[in-house]
């Protein structure tokens, strides 16, 4: 699904009052500078087992956001995970948490955001909450909001923004 890039800034600039902006903790890992889509969210910790039953079923151009705790000590997302999200066409991935296989994930079609790497594989215990609301980097994310990403940050609105429609001359 190919999407228009939608700038963060611009959106802020028209809808100010319709968004929220998360802190600048993230980094940037693939090679889409850009993603955006409907919210599908996990809460985890050190255990990615619901992260790739996630990726495997959530819907083509979704995001997910994966609360992992801020844990830097086991990687939430890996190049097999990261390949799955490509191959079902999912707009992008942000993570509370760590990934690892950055260099191959770099050269993969996927935009995620994390707090940084780490070479530790995930626990496998299954444990976790799937489509609650989970608030981290100063943001509430709610599974169906809309997330928009950039090279300027991560922005967050209760439904889909537009500067292609009415909306944005009230």
Same mark, same amino acid.
């Given at each position: ?12 600039? !028209? ?5 929220? @902006? ?14 955006? %889509?409907?919210? !599908? ?36 997302? %890996?190049?097999?995970?990261?390949? @799955? ?19 191959? @994930? ?28 989970? !608030?981290?980097? %100063? ?13 300027? %940050? ?14 944005? !001359?009230?």
């Amino acid at each position: 699904m190919k999407r228009t890039p939608v700038f963060t800034a611009d959106l802020c600039d !028209h809808f100010p009052d319709k968004v929220q @902006i998360t802190e600048s903790i993230f980094k940037r890992f693939g090679n889409k500078r850009s993603f955006n %889509g409907p919210i !599908h969210t996990l809460k985890v910790f050190e255990d990615n087992t619901l992260v790739k039953r996630a990726l495997q079923t959530i819907p083509t151009g979704s995001v997910l956001v994966i609360d992992g705790g801020g844990s830097t000590q086991r990687a939430l997302i %890996g190049d097999n995970l990261a390949q @799955i999200a490509v191959n079902r066409q999912l707009s992008g991935i942000l993570v509370y948490g760590c990934i690892r296989d950055s260099a191959q @994930i770099n050269e993969m079609a996927i935009g995620i955001l994390a707090l940084g790497t780490t070479p530790m594989k995930s626990l496998k215990l299954g444990k976790g909450i799937e489509n609650i609301p989970v !608030h981290f980097a %100063g943001a509430l994310f709610e599974p169906g909001s809309y997330l928009y990403a950039d090279e300027d %940050g991560v922005i967050v609105s209760k439904k889909p923004l537009s500067l292609h429609t009415e909306e944005t !001359h009230s």
